[in-house]
């Protein structure tokens, strides 16, 4: 997909290194702190322009407490410079910055959205309902960073700890995604048929029987709604689908009827092989010559046998053929 991020250029130091800078910068003006005040053979204006100094040192030493970062495996921070998007940093490791740079922290690690079933209308207007399962993550930074407006969910965590205030942030793309996820899911299902009926044609697409093309096309559609996110979809699937409590009893009903007319058709196109072939094997053997109206009734009486949900019960003839 195309971005808009870009990769952070400016002055990024090794941190342990600017630590350790730091650090004596702290012990130089504790040092020279010690000196000032215990030293007699300095002028008074000397001794003012002296602590002068050492004060803007300890400021600017505590200002550079606030340049260094932390970037874990997919992670990453958007770095911005008074309001201008300067680049975003992805490399994993311990920098020193800028302190000046707002470090906007962001996880590129993949999510699951497990989306509620909702109710929707099929391409027949028959209610059903129907779930999805998402996995997605943030492949554009500066989409996800000034594209989406968490503005509030910002303020709100503005006393959290860092943790707390990526959490929520995170929250804010998950709602967004759900609301857009949802949006899609209706739009499916309105495209197509739960099943195919007695008047669809036998290779059209439908919610239940075409999983994987259904699949592929709700894909589609949630990455369009959420690129200008900067977020991808990595699958997409659905994975509950039902009619709606009203018509699943009718629907119910309507499925074993068809189960039940399939069957039977399946028996009597059996029933009238076995009948065939036992006229001819009858009339091979020459055993028993039948004319039209004993075929017939043999035929009817197999035909009986055959097709009936129970067992038959014999009835022995103890008299002649037409008795």
Known sequence: MKTQEESFSGLRINGILMLIINFL?????????IKLVSGTSLSPLLTA???????????????????F??????????????????????????????????????????????????????????????????VWRLFDTYKASFHVDNASMVASAANATAVAKLN????????????????????IAGMFAYDINEADSP??????????????ILEEQINERLAIAGIEVIEARINYLAYAPEIAAVMLRRQQADAIIAAREKIVEGAVGMVKLALNKLAEGQAIEF?????????????????????????????????
């Not at 910068?25 to 702190?33: R, S």
């Not at 929520?168 to 739009?187: G, H, P, S, T």
């Open 291 to 323: 004319d039209d109206e004993k075929k017939a009734a043999m035929v009817s009486n197999l035909m009986v046998v055959l097709c009936s949900d129970e067992s038959a019960t014999p009835i022995v003839n103890a008299g002649t053929l037409h008795q």
């Open 168 to 187: 929520e942030k995170m929250m804010a793309y998950q709602n967004f995604v759900k609301i857009q996820c949802d949006a899609a899911l209706r739009y």
């Open 203 to 216: 290779n059209e697409l439908t919610l239940r029987s075409s999983g994987d093309e259904i699949n592929k």
């Open 25 to 33: 910068l702290l012990f130089a003006i504790v040092f020279f702190f």
């Open 69 to 134: 970062m932390q970037i874990e495996p997919n992670e990453a921070r958007v770095m911005v410079f008074f309001g201008k998007y300067e680049g975003t940093v992805k490399e994993n490791g311990f920098f020193w910055v800028n302190p000046f740079y707002a470090k906007q922290k962001l996880t590129l690690r993949a999510r699951n959205l497990d989306a509620d079933p909702i109710k929707v209308n099929d391409k027949n207007g028959n209610p059903i309902m129907i779930g999805m399962v998402l």
């Open 49 to 67: 322009l002296s602590g002068i100094g050492l004060g803007l040192m300890f400021i600017l030493n505590n200002i550079f407490w606030a340049g």
